[in-house]
């Protein structure tokens, strides 16, 4: 098969009538380290093949990546030409001319994408991000523990019974943790999956007048049950653990259940997963996460028509065929998470045990404001200043799981960081 035809390049993007594109110059494309990210590095490698155009991978660790993409696209530096940013980001750089709309061909099928997902990378109508993947988040356990233990996990299970499930399986001695669970500081790390936890206690990041409750009996109570949960059942060290380091924790299997995003089912090496909707402890909105991984085109490049084909291509239909087509991966690797299409493929269905779990996850998220979260998002909030506010808890949540402060000092200091943060945006 011809090469174009495999990658199902757009019109936008496909060989002029002459039969080549020319390319001067280069992209530079600065990504999170995660595995579908990865991936794309060797898919891309036919894109470069086809188009003549050079792709320059800048793959950075979660945290690092934020603050260098925010530094350099507020600036308009032009350092990269595509940046991957996610929810968080985008209705607000989009908002503020940081980055450039998209639109794409009819080919690209923009009402496939779903509708969660895209909507939370757009403002007033406008895309400005396509997303390379989506996920919320769900509970992944080793059934076959669960079952020699003889305890189950059910779908939007008590936090209780998932305490009681950790304690369980939970064999250290045998090298095998209960629970493994994010600690490591950062607003899109530790605090991912705190936010969650505080949401489902009935808790919220701020009241209808956006003054941090960071002091609430409801944070009180989710953070002393998750620094008790993880301190109990959990691995030495994981205040030091995020996404890709309880990833490999888990393909070691030394975690028995782990509550985390969808997308890492893709990358689960043990056999005897199953799967099952996060739990909560009686509020189950907002107990489990919306986001997605996007690529975007920051103002400040050079490139930025290019650039735009770039992604075009990379978020289509046809990368997926692309990814399912390559020798190493195939349907049980395609990034998930953003496309009707691949749900109802029967290729990825018979592969991903895990798809309907997926689905189920992403289409029950709640990022709306209600009465008691009065903004847009699920483990984030919607507004210019939440990443400063989340990276400061983040590091008192941090140090409360280590031990190094108590759980009422960490959350004395993050109302008190929170608030100084808020009172300094003008907030009240």
Same mark, same amino acid.
């Given at each position: ?270 056999? !005897?997963? /199953?799967? %099952? @909707?996060?739990?909560? +402890? ?9 986001? &997605?991984? =996007? ?94 506010? !989340?990276? /400061?808890? %983040? @590091?008192?949540?941090? +140090? ?9 000092? &960490?959350? =004395? ?16």
């Amino acid at each position: 098969m011809h090469l174009k035809k495999l990658l199902g390049l757009s019109t936008a993007i496909a060989l002029s009538a002459t039969g080549a594109i020319a390319a001067d110059h280069s992209l530079t494309i600065a990504i999170v380290n995660n595995g579908h990210m990865i991936n794309m590095q060797k898919v891309a490698e036919a894109y470069t093949a086809e188009t003549g155009v050079e792709l320059n991978w800048v793959s950075l660790e979660e945290g690092v990546l934020r603050e260098q993409v925010t530094s350099d696209t507020a600036t308009g530096g032009g350092q990269y030409d595509i940046i991957n940013i996610g929810m968080q980001e985008a209705p607000i750089w989009g908002k503020a001319g940081w980055i450039e709309p998209l639109e794409f061909g009819a080919d690209y099928d923009m009402d496939d994408m779903l509708p969660a997902i895209r909507n939370g990378l757009s403002a007033d109508g406008t895309l400005y991000a396509a997303p390379f993947y989506g996920e919320s988040s769900m509970v992944m356990y080793r059934k076959d523990l669960t079952d020699a233990a003889g305890v189950t996990i059910a779908d939007n299970d008590s936090w209780e019974n998932i305490k009681a499930a950790a304690a369980a399986i939970h064999d250290p001695d045998n090298g095998v943790y209960g629970v493994c669970l994010r600690g490591k500081p950062g607003w899109g790390d530790n605090m991912a999956f705190i936010t969650t936890m505080v949401n489902s206690f009935g808790g919220a990041w701020f009241d209808k007048d956006f003054r941090p409750t960071i002091d609430s009996d409801e944070w009180k109570a989710a953070i002393n049950f998750y620094v008790d949960l993880l301190g109990t059942y959990g691995p030495p060290g994981s205040e030091g653990n995020s996404f890709n380091e309880i990833l490999a924790l888990y393909n070691e299997g030394k975690c028995g259940m782990w509550i985390d995003a969808t997308i890492a089912a893709s990358f689960l090496e043990v056999d !005897g997963v /199953a799967y %099952a @909707q996060s739990p909560n +402890a009686g509020n189950p909105v907002g107990a489990n996460w919306l986001w &997605a991984w =996007a690529m975007a085109v920051p103002a400040g490049t050079e490139h930025t028509d290019e650039a735009k084909k770039f992604i075009e291509w990379a978020t289509s239909k046809d990368y997926i065929k692309a990814v399912a087509a390559h020798p190493d991966f195939g349907w049980g690797n395609v990034p998930t998470g953003t496309r009707k299409s691949t749900y109802a493929s029967p290729e990825f269905q018979a592969v991903a045990d895990f798809a309907s779990a997926e689905l189920a996850a992403i289409e029950s998220a709640a990022p709306e404001a209600t009465d008691l979260k009065p903004y847009v998002g699920v483990q984030f909030a919607a507004i210019p200043e939440f990443p400063e506010v !989340g990276s /400061a808890v %983040a @590091q008192e949540m941090a +140090a409360a799981l280590s031990g190094a402060k108590s759980v009422d000092e &960490a959350l =004395a200091a993050s109302q008190a960081a929170a608030d100084s943060i808020m009172k300094e945006a003008g907030y009240y």
